[in-house]
Each structure stands twice: as C-alpha cells, then as structure tokens.
C-alpha cells in the first residue's frame, strides 16, 4: 500500500488518558510519529477533566489508519485515508484483416503504453520454425487459408498472457481470437479484454498490402515494396515473402475473416471499438490512442469513486 502522510490537531491529556474515553489510533507495527509542541497552547478546567494542550502530530505510515470507536462525546478529528490501489493494467484485443495494419499499430500502442504484444500469429510461425507436430499441423491448416484448431492455439495464449510481464503490465493480444469458438475458448479460462479493437479496411486495400509485404529475416522488419521499401539493396536482397501471402491465399483468409468476424464481435458487445483502417498510421493510431485514453479515465474514475 502507498505511504500516506498525515497532519491533524489532537487534544492530548496530560496524563495517560484512557482509550475507551478518549479514542485511540490503531495502525502497522511499522508505522513511526514524530510529535511537535506548538507555539500555542490553550487550558480549560471541567470537573473530570485535566489542564490540556495542543499538539500536532505529524504521521507517517504504510498502512491504512483505522479509528477505533469512541465513547466520548466530543467529535472525532478528520482522517485523510490513503488508499495504495491503483487501476489494474490495460487487457487490449485488435483484431482486422490480413494487412489491415495490426502489426503497425501494435508497435505504436507497446511503444506509448507498455503492454506485453502477443501475437497468435508469431506464436504460430514460431511452432512452424521449430518443426513441431503442432507446427506442422497449423502449416496445414494455414496453406489451405483455414484456421488453426483451438486446442493448438488456445494453450499458446493462455500460457504467454499468464507470465508476469503481461499480468503486471498488461497486455495485447494481436489477431486472436478469429472465430466464435476462439472467443468462447478464451471466455472460459477467464480471459476477457477491456476494449476490442477493429480495423476496418476496404478489400482492395487489403489485397495490395498483402501482395506487396515482405520480411527482413534478420531484423524481423516488415516492409512493403510500394509503401514502405527497404533501405538499401542489401536488405532488399534478403527479404522473403511468406507463404501465405499470395493473392490466392490472401483471398482465402480474407473470407475465412468475414465468415467469423460478427460472431467474435458478439462476445465483445459494449467493449468494441472500429476503427478506420483506410487512413494513414497516424491517423489510426490517433483513434486507438483517444479509445485507450479514454478507457483509462474510466478506470481512474471507478477507482476514485471506490477508495471514496
């Protein structure tokens, strides 16, 4: 919990007084005062009651102060409570279609926000490279433009989103999930995003993104030959194109996403947000940027209404 400094007059008896008739802070083992006699003192006499002076304490405690019930009749002094809560992190799905920009965006929304990226596909590719039963399964599914079963997938997921870099600063889950059955799947082991994020982009559009992307296999770097070119020829000499990135293909995962994108968008009622995909990059990620700011207003609000 958050320290919390504390300042406020008290009466102070100058005998020990007794809790049950004067009110008594309870706190952490850990907590520590310091006391300051003031420059001013005032006295009143009363039948039951000593010569009394003022003080100010001055505390400084990690724990939440609790007042123990009073048995006087004067009112009791004012505590500020400080509470150590703090909004949980960011739970972020983007989803759109083949070359619909989610690779872009993700880097800007890492770049401002800190959240873990988790890309379904990468996972995927990775399982490709190493040349597992399950790699080679998932290549199958992907040459013919279908989608991966979720038993392959779901665990992938499930197992990157629970290490403690994305619990801790929370995470994005890119391209996933793509059809009903996913989202159910991810539903059920407890996985649910604050906001899910859609690109929206005319077809067309999506077809020449794909036709022309190619992979620097050094750097990892996407690049495109019409919109965004390597630097140099040395890097074009390199670049490779992924298998499924043909027009055939393309066309083949672009209706395999329509087929499913409505049914994953009905799990997510209330949390989507579309956005225009046709735009440039940074008029894109000005409307993701404006949706997560908002979110997180939402949440530091519900927080604050809470701790009051």
Known sequence: MACCSLSFPVTAKARSPSPLTSGALVSSPSCTYSSRSSSRSRSFQSSSFSTYSTRSLSLHCDETLIRRPRLSRRPPEFLVVSSGNKPEPLKVMISGA???????????ITQKYGLVHIAAGDLLRAEISSGSANGKRAKEYMEKGQLVPNEIVVMMVKERILRSDSQENGWLLDGYPRSLSQATALKEIGFQPDIFILLEVAEDNLVERVVGRRLDPVTGRIYHLKYSPPENEEIAARLTQRFDDTEEKVKLRLQTHHQNVESVLSMYEGITVK??????????????????????????????????
Do not use: H, R, W, Y
């Open 98 to 108: 083949p070359a619909s920009g989610k690779g872009t965006q993700c880097q800007l």
């Open 275 to 308: 956005v225009n995909g046709n735009a440039s990059k940074e008029d894109v990620f000005s409307q993701i940027d404006n949706a997560l700011t908002n979110l997180i207003e939402q949440k530091n609000s519900t927080l604050g209404s809470m701790a009051a």
